[in-house]
């Protein structure tokens, strides 16, 4: 057996704060639909957190893994990028509250030691849940998206369920601009569904390589607070309850005991993929905001990033981002940072023969999307303008996708996984 322990801290935010996810929406909070959380499972002397925020600062999640308990490189920390959290991500402009923010900080540390101090003899098993059919592609109609649906159970040593970890790739966008109460959106969904079939566990959700990938709309269907009566509560519990219930039917089988944990660090370059210069994009946008209202509450946001970066002609620079790899047992647990592509994602699913794997993203930091090669000649809002909102100088480069799966690959090959034999049934 092994030891493991889970822990769960609230972090919804008070009324009043304001929220993070889409650029037209200024409104604060007015209330909570439901709790926000920050999840914890440490097994042996690593742990996987996930958050119920957009996405984490680099800086804060090194905090978090340097504070907490646990070694720093044995920690990954999760965003579930729920659309409807406070403002978390000093790069967007605007909104930071710095007391929700130590809160948060703190509600990490404390969710992993306590999740460490909660140990107790304890046994793993894996299975895939079947395809719940939940995700479409969002840039291409019929496209390919992440079916897979991991799901792995801790039981203690009396055999009963201490703790469900599952993953699906589906945007957790699931509620549009015009709603103004803190929520998990589907996810919250989820894990009710599978925390009512196990009472007394506790069921944490890790978003997959979901940047191409929601529930039918395009991303340009949030660029306004229009209401829709398909991003509503009770479409979100729909769902959410199909997936949560699809988790459940996964088989379980054993894995083993070994325990281990590797990361890296990844230079990623930009591409300014703006034809014009930004002083003149600036001037055009305000014109623009000035004679379309609907779009002004956008248009600004575009104004002040041009402004921002404006005075770097040649855009030069890099980002780097951390790649960490878990194997609990001979199941591999995936961490890549950003908005990922379903096709980045199956590419290391392929690489592990698709055996069984947790292979997510939002992992340590959200620096906006990073589009396969493959992506680039489509344009869309995820190449060309998402960076925009989330306050980075331009897009990632060709090829920054490739470089983080091939990183993640060859920790895989590094940690010499020895993956069970289990079918997707």
């Keep these: 057996m092994i030891k493991a322990g889970v822990s769960l801290v609230d972090i919804t935010p008070p009324a009043g704060l304001k929220m993070s996810g889409f650029a037209a929406r200024t409104e604060p909070a007015t209330g909570a639909h439901d709790a926000l959380t920050v999840r914890a499972l440490a097994v042996e002397d690593t742990a996987i957190l996930v958050a119920d925020v957009l996405g984490f600062d680099e800086a804060m999640s090194e905090r978090v893994r340097q504070r907490c308990t646990l070694p720093a490189n044995r920690v990954i920390l999760a965003a579930l990028h729920n659309h409807g959290g406070p403002c978390v991500l000093p790069r967007i402009a605007g909104g930071i509250d710095p007391t929700y923010m130590q809160r948060l900080e703190d509600a990490c540390v404390e969710a992993i030691d306590r999740a460490v101090a909660s140990q107790q003899r304890a046994t793993l098993s894996i299975g895939m849940g079947p395809d719940p059919d939940v995700a479409r592609n969002r840039r291409h109609a019929g496209g390919i998206v992440d079916p897979a649906l991991p799901v792995l159970r801790v039981r203690n040593e009396a055999g009963a369920v201490i703790a469900v970890l599952t993953s699906y790739a589906c945007h957790p966008v699931v509620l549009s601009a015009d709603n103004l109460l803190w929520t998990a959106d589907y996810p919250h969904y989820v894990r009710t569904t599978i925390e009512q079939a196990y009472p007394g566990a506790m069921a944490i959700f890790l978003t997959g390589c979901t940047g191409d990938a929601n529930t039918g709309h395009s991303a340009y269907a949030s660029q306004t607070l229009s209401h829709s009566a398909d ?81 770097i002609e040649t855009l030069g620079g890099s980002w780097t981002g951390r790649v960490s790899v878990l194997d609990w047992g001979g199941i591999p647990l995936v961490g890549l940072p950003g908005e990922i592509f379903a096709q980045t994602g199956l590419s290391v699913r392929a690489a592990l023969k698709q055996a069984p794997a947790f292979v997510f993203s939002y992992a340590d930091s959200l620096p906006g999307y990073i589009p396969p090669v493959d992506e680039f000649q489509y344009g869309g809002y995820e190449v060309e303008e998402a960076h925009r909102y989330i306050g980075m100088p331009a897009t990632f480069a060709p090829g920054s996708a490739e470089a983080l799966a091939q990183a993640a690959i060859s920790l895989l090959e590094s940690v010499h996984s020895n993956l069970p034999a289990v079918g997707d049934s």
């Design 231 to 311: 991003r509503t509560f009770a479409i979100a519990e729909k769902l959410g309850q199909k997936i949560g219930n699809a988790a459940i039917a996964a088989p379980e089988l054993p894995v083993g005991e070994d325990i281990a944990a590797t990361d890296c660090w990844v230079e990623l370059g930009f591409e300014r993929r703006e034809s014009r210069p930004l002083p003149e994009l600036a001037a055009a946008w305000r014109a623009e905001a000035a004679a379309h209202p609907k779009k002004r509450l956008l248009l600004e946001h575009w104004n002040r990033w041009a402004e921002k970066w404006a005075a």
